[in-house]
């Protein structure tokens, strides 16, 4: 049986589509290239991996470097970044949140928005007893496996779900980690049925995180405020004291605010 194709779209512009793959090719293992390795790493011919860089540099995207030439990516980039912050509901409106999160509990506390099968750390605010155990560069996870992900995921419809699960690469990062697709979907009804999400170093070693998750009806982003505890400092009971019904009431009134109710 013939793999279906997808519908040629016209509108395509391929020549963003190879600038787009070049910039997203740079990362903590990639930090300079050169035009080889670019079009190594992003599979391009040598001569279109040669063109997107030159563009990329020339609109100050890429920035050279004075010992070597090669190429790396500029502070113009954070901008978009920055852009992304300044722009975005949730991320405007959860602000104040996050602050009385910061007074009133002893956690690090994170904005994840759902970017199809990842969960993306919008903002992190660490506690000092976590700084040892941080997820560094990592801004992207699984969202099968974090308290944030699952707090999230509760708030899609089943169908929805499934297409991101079948879409996932499911395996135990933790010894903790619920990764079979039934036991994914038991823990997201119980989320849906007590209104928070709860993990326990499942992504991250000495983790405890209690997570809520909710929407943005006006653009159909789905997000999540997160507290996680290192477990060194607090237990479980204490952890779920001092965040579920805090969260919970926090979400509410975020949740009325952009429906505008």
Known sequence: MSEEKEPEDHLLVGSVVKAFRVLEAFDRFHPTMG?????RVTKLEKSAAQRAAHTLWRLGYLEKTAATGEYRLSLKCQEIGLSFAETNRIVL???PYIKMLRRKTTA???????????????????????????????????????????????????????????????RPRMPNTVWEPAKIMQRIDETRLQR??????????????????????????????????FSGSVTIEQAVAESRDLLIGLIGNLSSELSGT
Not at 35 to 39: G, N, V
């Open 35 to 39: 035009f080889s390795e670019i079009a």
């Open 196 to 229: 928070y999400a709860f993990g326990v170093e499942e992504d991250v070693a000495s983790d405890i995180t209690v997570a809520c998750g909710f929407t943005d009806p006006s653009t159909g982003d789905v997000a999540a405020l997160g507290l996680s505890y």
């Open 93 to 95: 409106s959860v602000a």
């Open 108 to 170: 690090s506390v994170n904005l994840t928005m759902l970017d199809e099968t990842e969960t993306v750390f919008v903002q992190r605010h660490t506690n000092p007893d976590q700084l040892g155990n941080s997820l560094g560069v990592r801004s992207r996870l699984p969202v099968y496996c974090t308290a944030t992900g699952i707090a999230m995921l509760s708030q899609l419809p089943d169908a929805r779900i499934q297409s991101i699960l079948e879409r996932s690469d499911l």
